[in-house]
């Protein structure tokens, strides 16, 4: 029977996510896929619906970023740069994992990748494939316009990938570096903390189904009536 080590303080199993958070990650995580696949397939309806679907979560996800979850909001893990710099020099400092939420670099990570998805569901709201198809806002702009927005759409996706790819890479490392699992409780929300740790406040998920209501509302808006 191993014994447990008393310099160590006991960790308990804390609900640190929110059903809504987690499902924005993997949601995205799919869509960004079925856009790339749908562009190379040139099945443009499904990349069109799969766009405007980012657009939909990413406007929910700003939204929750100042109504949801403690773990969620801006104001809770949004630091300054320098303290994100200041954990990222002390990368290979082994060390347990207290973090309720995102840490200070990783705070900073989740702002660029929402700034890359606002730039790539914007843009293709103006783009053109010079031929049937178009962003539903792309009348409202010139062809040379649009055209350049087109080729931001296309630059960005793979500026998206790219940054996707270091944060997925980064998250390994924290795991065989530092010895943190990153990935379990973006699937189960939980994360074992010492167990003084104080639980973060969780938003209501009627709270989430009404945001994210408005926010395809919205999308729905700026499509079809626009």
Same mark, same amino acid.
């Given at each position: ?14 609900? /640190? ?12 995580? +799919?869509?960004? $896929?079925?856009?790339?696949?749908s $562009? ?10 799969? !766009?405007?679907? $980012? ?19 801006? *104001? ?10 200041? =954990?990222?020099?002390?990368f ?9 939420? =995102?840490?200070?670099?990783? &705070?900073?990570m ?8 606002? /730039? ?10 010079? &031929? ?9 702009? *010139?062809? @040379?316009?649009?055209?350049w927005?087109? &080729?931001?759409? !296309? ?8 940054? #996707?790819?270091?944060? $997925?890479?980064? #998250? ?5 570096v530092?010895?943190? @699992? ?21 938003? *209501?998920?009627? +709270? ?5 209501a408005? *926010? ?11």
């Amino acid at each position: 029977m191993a014994l447990r080590n008393f310099n160590q303080p006991m960790k308990l199993p804390l609900r /640190v996510w929110d059903a809504p958070t987690r499902l924005f990650h993997w949601a995205i995580v +799919l869509l960004v $896929v079925t856009s790339y696949v749908s $562009v190379e397939m040139n099945w443009m309806q499904v990349h069109l619906l799969s !766009g405007y679907t $980012v657009l939909t979560l990413l406007l929910f996800r700003i939204a929750w970023g100042f109504v949801g979850s403690d773990t969620s909001r801006f *104001s809770k893990f949004l630091g300054s740069p320098l303290a994100g710099l200041r =954990h990222l020099a002390q990368f290979t400092r082994r060390e347990p994992d207290t973090e309720v939420g =995102h840490n200070a670099a990783g &705070g900073w990570m989740v702002m660029f990748l929402l700034l890359l998805l606002a /730039v790539q569901a914007g843009s293709g709201l103006f783009s053109n494939d010079d &031929g049937a198809t178009e962003g539903p806002l792309a009348r409202f702009v *010139s062809k @040379d316009t649009s055209d350049w927005l087109s &080729g931001i759409h !296309g630059i960005s996706f793979w500026v998206l990938l790219g940054a #996707i790819g270091v944060h $997925v890479v980064v #998250i390994f490392l924290y795991l065989i570096v530092k010895k943190h @699992d990153l990935i379990r409780p973006m699937f189960s929300g939980k994360k074992r903390l010492p167990a003084a740790t104080r639980a973060p406040r969780m938003a *209501s998920p009627l +709270l989430a189904l009404v945001v994210l209501a408005m *926010s395809a509302a919205l999308v729905w808006v700026i499509v079809n009536h626009i």
